[in-house]
C-alpha cells in the first residue's frame, strides 16, 4: 500500500511540475490546472491563497473553467474576501463562454440573489443553458424549477426528463430525484424496483438523502428484498454524513433494540402483553435474530397467562408449525379462546378453521358467525372474508352489495386480498356498477403489497386495456411477478406470454415450463394448455399418452377446453385407444358448457354418427349454438347445412351469410366455400373477382380445396387473368395436400409434352427435392429446357445455376446472358439479379448505372430484393444521386412485403435517422422482423438494442441469444459480440475458451474488432496459449483495418518488442494513427511519445495537448 502511496505521490508531483511551467509560460489551462493543484493539495501543499491567484490568471485569460472556480473563491472567501457582486461577474462570463458549470451557478445567482437581485426566470433561463449543455447539475436545477413551478409551468414529466439526464450522466443529486420519482409516480409510472436501483447508485456515490431512502427500501422491502443489517447500515451512512432523516430512522433502529431489551424485562417480569411482544420480536426480528422456537415460548407463556393476542398467535403457530411441530387440533383450541377473548384476528382465523374443516366439522354457518364478529371488531382479514361469504353465499344468503361494502373497508384498511378482491367487483359489477378504472386502482395497489392474484388481475388489465392503456410488455412484468409467487393462474398466463409473444419474445420452451408449473399447481387451464404442448411438441417432445392424461385431469376439473381435447383425443386415438361413445360423451359436457368449439364437435358426431345414433336435426341445433358463439367451424358447418339441407330447409342465402362470417374470422374452409357461392351465384349474385379474392385467402392459409380452385382461377381466367405457371404451382400444393382434384389437374401440367412452364416447375421439384430425391443435374436440364423454351422463370434459375455452379460447373458469363433474356422479358427477379451482376461484374463490366436502372425495373415491378437493392443505390449513390428519403421509401416497401434485408436497413434507417426522424422504438420493431425472419445482420442490430435498451428495455440475457443466432449464421460482426459476452459473463457464464474461438472467426472473417481481440487472447493467454507473435500478427491486421485500439496495440508491441523488433519510429507512427482516430489511449501514449522523445523529437507542448485530449476523452 505504502509503494502505492508513493507512485502517487510522485505522479502527482510530476503533474504538478508540467502545470507551474505550463502556467508560468502563460497556458490558462495550465494556470487553470495549478490553481486546483493549489486548491486540493495535489502534488504540493495546499494553499488557498496561491490557488485564487493562479485562478484568477487563468480567468484573465479567458479561460472558463478558471473563471468558474474564481467565482466560488469569491462566493465562499477562499483565498480572498467574499465578494458576491465578483462572484456573480465572474461566474456570467463562465456562462456566457458557454460554461454549463458556469451556467448552473449564474442561475443559483439568480434565485437566490447572490451578488445581484433575485430573479427567478432568469434563474430558470440560465438552468435550461446549462442543462441543454449537458451540465448535470444544470439538469438538477431545472427538474426543480418544473417540478415546483419556478418561472415556468409545473411540469412533472419534464422534471423526470431532467432528472433522468442528469443521473444517468452520473449526478448523485439527479439520481435520488429519479428513485424519488419512481417511487412516488412522479412524472412517471411507480416502479419500485427502479426507485431502489436509482437510490442504490446515489446512495453509493454519498448522497446522505439516498442512502436515507435506501435504508428505507430495505428495511421494508421497497423494490428489493427485506434486509434489515443493511437498512441499518446505510442508515449510519445517512446519519454520519448529518441528514436528519437518516439520524432519525438510525434512532428508530436502536429504538427497536432498546424496545426488545424492554419487552424482554416485562415479560421475564411475568408480564403478558411483553411476553406476547416478545414473542412478535423474536418471530420478525425486531430488535433481535430471529428465533421461531423463542417466538413460541414466549407466545405460550402469553396464551397460558390469558393473553388473547397470544393466544391467537399460539395457533398460528400450531397450524403452521413455527417453532414447534404442526397440531392443527391445538390450533383450533388456542384460535377458540382468543375469539372468545374477542380478539378479531382470532375471530377471523376461528372463521377459517369452520369454514375448512380445521380439525373440527365444517360449519360454513358458525365460519360467517366469526367472520362477522372479526370484521365488526376491525381486522381487515376478517373484513374481506365476510366479503367472500356475502359474495358466494357461505353460511348467510348472497348479498352482493354487503360483499362489495365490507371488501371496501378490507381494501381502506390495506388488506390487499379484499383490495383484488375490490377490484373485481368494480370490474364487473358485483354489488356496484362496473368501474374499470377503479378497477384497475385497486389491483395496482393489491399487486404492489405482493397479492399474486392481484398481480395476475394487473396483468390483464395492461394486456386487455381495462382502465388503462394497453402495455403488453407491463401485463408480461406483472404476470412473471404472480408467476413467481406461484400463483397457478400467474404461472397459466406467463406461458400465455411466451407461447405467444405477449410483452416478450416467443419461447416455446419457457411457454411449456411454465405451463408444467401451473398444472401441477391445479390450474385446469395451464393442465388444458400443457396437453397441448405435449401434443403438438410445443417447447418440448411431443408425448401423446401425456397429452391424453393432462386433458384428463383438466375435464375432470370441468375445463371445457380440456373436456373438447378430451373428446378429440378419443375420437382420434391420441394417446389413447379410439373410442367415440366417450369421445361423444367428452363433447356433450363440453358443449353443455358452453364450450363453441365441443358444440361444433357434438355437431359433427350427431351428423355422422360418431359415438351416437344419426341425428341431423341435432347435428343443426349444436351447430347453430357453436356458430351463434362465434365459432367459424361451427359457422362453415352452419352454411353448409343451409346449403344442402341437412337438418333443416335448404337456404341458400343464409348459407351465404354463414360461409361469410366464418370466412370474415379466417376459417379457409368457409372462404374456400364463399369463393364457390361468388363463383356459382350461390346465395348471392355472381362475382368472379370476389371468387378469385376468397380462394387466394384459402388457398394461402394451405386448405387444399382453396388451393386446387385458384388453379383453377388462373388456369381458366376466372376472375383474373390467365396464368398457367400459377395455376401449375397452386396445383402442386393442393396435390400435395391430399386433394383429388388438385392431384388430378397437376398430372394435366407435366413437361413431357413440352410445356415451358411445366419444365421450370419440375426443375423447381428436382433442385427441392419436392416429389422426388433432390437431383441438382436434372434440375439444371429442367431449367434448360425451360429457358430455351422461353419460360422467363426457367431462365432466371438457369442463370442461377451458372452463377453458382448448381448441377452444372460456374459460368458468370452465361449467368448474365440468361439474366438478361429473362430480364428485357419483364421478369422482376431476372431484372433484380442482373442489376447484381452490373453492379458487382458479375460475367459483364461492371457499371452501376445500368444497375441502378434494372434495379429500378425490378423493384417497380414489385421484386423485394429489387427494392432493397434500389434502397440501397439510393442511400449510397450507386448509379445515382444519393437520396435517403427515396432509400427509405423503398426500404419501406420490401420490408413490408416481408424482405428481411429490407426490414433490416428499414430499421437501421429509424436508428440513424436516414431519410426519416429517428425512432429507436421503431428501429427495434423493424431489426426484431429481420432477425426474426433469419437475416444476421438484423439479429446483430437486435442484440446491440437489447444490450444498450434502444427502443426496448435493457435484457442482456436476450442480447446474448441474438448475438448467438447472428454468429452461429456466420456474421461476422455477432461473432465479435457473442466473443465478447462470453469472455465478460455478460448474459451467460464466463467462458474464455469460447470467447477465444468466437473472436477467431470473427477475426478470421475480417472484422478489425474481433482481430484486435484475438490479438489480446494471444497476448494475454485468454482461453488459449500466449503467443506474443501471433499477437502482433492480429493487431497488425486489426490496426491496418482502421480499428483505433488494435492500433494503440500494435504501437506498443513496437515500442516495447512485443511478437517483433522494437521500433520506436513505427510505435509513435500507430500511435499517431491511433490518437488522430479519437482512442484516449492512443492520445496518452502519444503524449508520453512527445514528452520522453519515443521514435519523434521531444515537444512538451504537443504532449500537453495529447494529454488534455486523452482527459477529455
Known amino acids: 500500500m505504502e509503494k502505492e502511496i508513493g507512485i502517487k505521490e510522485k505522479k502527482a508531483l510530476k503533474a504538478f511540475r508540467r502545470y507551474m511551467k505550463l502556467a508560468e509560460g502563460g497556458n490558462s489551462n495550465g494556470q487553470y490546472n495549478l490553481g486546483c493543484c493549489y486548491s486540493k493539495g495535489f502534488g504540493t501543499t495546499k494553499d488557498e491563497e496561491k490557488a485564487f491567484q493562479w485562478y484568477m490568471k487563468s480567468a484573465e485569460g479567458g479561460n472558463v473553467n478558471g473563471q468558474n472556480n474564481l467565482g466560488n473563491c469569491y462566493r465562499d472567501g477562499i483565498g480572498t474576501e467574499k465578494d458576491e457582486e465578483k462572484a456573480f461577474q465572474w461566474y456570467m462570463k463562465s456562462a456566457e463562454a458557454g460554461n454549463s458549470r458556469g451556467q448552473k451557478y449564474l442561475g443559483n445567482c439568480y434565485r437566490d440573489g447572490i451578488g445581484t437581485e433575485k430573479d427567478e426566470e432568469k434563474a430558470f433561463q440560465w438552468y435550461m443553458k446549462s442543462a441543454d449543455g449537458g451540465g448535470i447539475n444544470g439538469q438538477v436545477y431545472l427538474r426543480y424549477c418544473y417540478e415546483n413551478g419556478i418561472a415556468t409551468e409545473k411540469d412533472k414529466e419534464k422534471a423526470f426528463q431532467w432528472y433522468m439526464k442528469s443521473a444517468e450522466g452520473g449526478n448523485i443529486n439527479g439520481q435520488f430525484n429519479l428513485g424519488y420519482c419512481y417511487e412516488n409516480g412522479i412524472g412517471t409510472e411507480k416502479d419500485k424496483e427502479k426507485a431502489f436501483q436509482w437510490y442504490l447508485k446515489s446512495a453509493e456515490g454519498g448522497n446522505n438523502f ?338 391424453f392424461q393432462w386433458y384428463i385431469k383438466s375435464a375432470e376439473r370441468e375445463n371445457i377446453n380440456g373436456q373438447n381435447n378430451l373428446g378429440n383425443c378419443y375420437r382420434d386415438g391420441i394417446g389413447t385407444e379410439k373410442d367415440e361413445e366417450k369421445a361423444f360423451q367428452w363433447y356433450m359436457k363440453s358443449a353443455e358448457g358452453g364450450n363453441h368449439l365441443g358444440q361444433d364437435n357434438l355437431g359433427n358426431c350427431y351428423r355422422n354418427g360418431i359415438g351416437t345414433e344419426k341425428d341431423e336435426e341435432k347435428a343443426f341445433q349444436w351447430y347453430m349454438k357453436s356458430a351463434e358463439g362465434g365459432s367459424i367451424n361451427g359457422q362453415v358447418h352452419l352454411g353448409y347445412c343451409h346449403e344442402n339441407g341437412i337438418g333443416t330447409e335448404k337456404d341458400k342465402e343464409k348459407a351465404f351469410q354463414w360461409y361469410l362470417k366464418s370466412a370474415e374470422g379466417g376459417n379457409n374452409f368457409g372462404q374456400n366455400n364463399l369463393g364457390n357461392c361468388y363463383r356459382n351465384g350461390i346465395g348471392t349474385e355472381k362475382d368472379k373477382e370476389k371468387a378469385f379474392q376468397w380462394y387466394i385467402k384459402s388457398a394461402e392459409t394451405g386448405n387444399s380445396r382453396g388451393q386446387n380452385n385458384l388453379g383453377n382461377c388462373y388456369r381458366d381466367g376466372i376472375g383474373t387473368g390467365k396464368d398457367e405457371e400459377k395455376a401449375f404451382q397452386w396445383y402442386i400444393k393442393s396435390a400435395e395436400g391430399g386433394n383429388h382434384f388438385g392431384q388430378n389437374n397437376l398430372g394435366t401440367c407435366y413437361p413431357e409434352a413440352g410445356n415451358s412452364r411445366g419444365q421450370n416447375n419440375l426443375g423447381n421439384c428436382y433442385r427441392n427435392g419436392i416429389g422426388t430425391e433432390k437431383d441438382e443435374e436434372k434440375a439444371f436440364q429442367w431449367y434448360m429446357k425451360s429457358a430455351e423454351g422461353g419460360s422467363i422463370n426457367g431462365q432466371v434459375h438457369l442463370g442461377y445455376c451458372h452463377e453458382n455452379g448448381i448441377g452444372t460447373e460456374k459460368d458468370k458469363e452465361k449467368a448474365f446472358q440468361w439474366y438478361m433474356k429473362s430480364a428485357e422479358a419483364g421478369n422482376s427477379r431476372g431484372q433484380n439479379n442482373l442489376g447484381n451482376c452490373y453492379r458487382d461484374g458479375i460475367g459483364t463490366t461492371k457499371d452501376e448505372k445500368k444497375a441502378f436502372q434494372w434495379y429500378l425495373k425490378s423493384a417497380k415491378g414489385g421484386d423485394t430484393d429489387g427494392q432493397n437493392n434500389l434502397g440501397n443505390c439510393y442511400r449510397d449513390g450507386i448509379g445515382t444521386e444519393k437520396g435517403e428519403e427515396k432509400a427509405f421509401q423503398w426500404y419501406i416497401k420490401s420490408a413490408e412485403r416481408g424482405n428481411i434485408n429490407g426490414q433490416f436497413h428499414l430499421g437501421y434507417c429509424y436508428e440513424n435517422g436516414i431519410g426519416t426522424e429517428k425512432d429507436k422504438e421503431k428501429a427495434f420493431q423493424w431489426y426484431m422482423k429481420s432477425a426474426e425472419g433469419g437475416n444476421y445482420l438484423g439479429q446483430d442490430n437486435l442484440g446491440n438494442c437489447y444490450r444498450n435498451g434502444i427502443g426496448t428495455e435493457k435484457d442482456e440475457e436476450k442480447a446474448f441469444q441474438w448475438y448467438m443466432k447472428s454468429a452461429e449464421g456466420g456474421n461476422i460482426s455477432g461473432q465479435f459480440h457473442l466473443g465478447y459476452y462470453y469472455e465478460n459473463g455478460i448474459g451467460t457464464e464466463k467462458d474464455k475458451e469460447k470467447a477465444f474461438q468466437w473472436y477467431m472467426k470473427s477475426a478470421e472473417g475480417g472484422n478489425h474488432f474481433g482481430q484486435n481481440k484475438l490479438g489480446n487472447c494471444y497476448h494475454n493467454g485468454i482461453g488459449t496459449e500466449k503467443d506474443k507473435e501471433k499477437a502482433f500478427q492480429w493487431y497488425m491486421k486489426s490496426a491496418e483495418g482502421g480499428n483505433s485500439n488494435g492500433q494503440v496495440h500494435l504501437g506498443y508491441c513496437y515500442e516495447n518488442g512485443i511478437g517483433t523488433e522494437k521500433d520506436k519510429e513505427k510505435a509513435f507512427q500507430w500511435y499517431l494513427k491511433s490518437a488522430e482516430g479519437g482512442n484516449s489511449n492512443g492520445q496518452n501514449n502519444l503524449g508520453d511519445c512527445y514528452r520522453n522523445g519515443i521514435g519523434t523529437e521531444k515537444d512538451e507542448e504537443k504532449a500537453l495537448r495529447w494529454y488534455m485530449k486523452s482527459s477529455e476523452g
Open 210 to 547: 439516498g442512502q436515507n431512502n435506501l435504508g428505507t427500501c430495505y428495511r421494508n422491502g421497497i423494490g428489493t428484498e427485506k434486509d434489515k443489517e443493511k437498512a441499518f447500515r446505510w442508515y449510519t451512512k445517512s446519519a454520519e454524513a448529518g441528514n436528519s432523516r437518516g439520524q432519525n430512522n438510525l434512532g428508530n433502529c436502536y429504538h427497536e433494540k432498546k424496545a426488545f431489551q424492554w419487552y424482554l424485562k416485562l415479560a421475564e417480569g411475568g408480564d403478558r402483553d411483553g411476553q406476547f411482544h416478545l414473542g412478535y420480536c423474536y418471530e420478525n426480528g425486531i430488535g433481535t435474530e430471529k428465533d421461531k422456537e423463542k417466538a413460541f415460548q414466549w407466545y405460550l407463556k402469553s396464551a397460558e397467562g390469558g393473553n388473547n393476542f397470544g393466544q391467537n398467535s399460539l395457533g398460528t403457530c400450531y397450524r403452521n408449525g413455527i417453532g414447534t411441530e404442526k397440531d392443527k387440533e391445538k390450533a383450533f383450541r388456542w384460535y377458540t379462546k382468543s375469539a372468545e377473548a374477542g380478539n378479531s384476528r382470532g375471530q377471523n382465523n376461528l372463521g377459517n378453521c369452520y369454514r375448512d374443516g380445521i380439525e373440527t366439522t365444517k360449519d360454513e354457518k358458525k365460519a360467517f358467525q366469526w367472520y362477522l364478529k372479526s370484521a365488526k371488531g376491525g381486522d381487515r382479514e376478517g373484513q374481506n372474508n365476510l366479503g367472500n361469504c356475502y359474495r358466494d353465499g357461505i353460511g348467510t344468503g348472497k348479498d352482493e352489495e354487503k360483499a362489495f361494502q365490507w371488501y371496501i373497508k378490507s381494501a381502506e384498511g390495506g388488506n390487499h386480498f379484499g383490495q383484488n378482491n375490490l377490484g373485481t367487483c368494480y370490474r364487473n359489477g358485483i354489488g356496484t356498477e362496473k368501474d374499470k378504472e377503479k378497477a384497475f386502482q385497486w389491483y395496482t395497489k393489491s399487486a404492489e403489497a405482493g397479492n399474486n392474484r392481484g398481480q395476475n388481475n394487473l396483468g390483464n388489465c395492461y394486456r386487455d386495456g381495462i382502465g388503462t392503456e394497453k402495455d403488453e410488455e407491463k401485463a408480461f412484468q406483472w404476470y412473471m411477478k404472480s408467476a413467481e409467487t406461484g400463483n397457478s393462474r400467474g404461472l397459466k398466463k406467463l406461458g400465455n406470454c411466451y407461447h405467444d409473444g405477449i410483452g416478450t419474445t416467443k419461447d416455446e420452451k419457457k411457454a411449456f415450463q411454465w405451463y408444467l408449473k401451473s398444472a401441477k399447481g391445479g390450474d385446469r387451464d395451464g393442465q388444458n394448455n400443457l396437453g397441448n404442448c405435449y401434443r403438438d411438441g410445443i417447447g418440448t417432445e411431443k408425448d401423446e399418452e401425456k397429452a
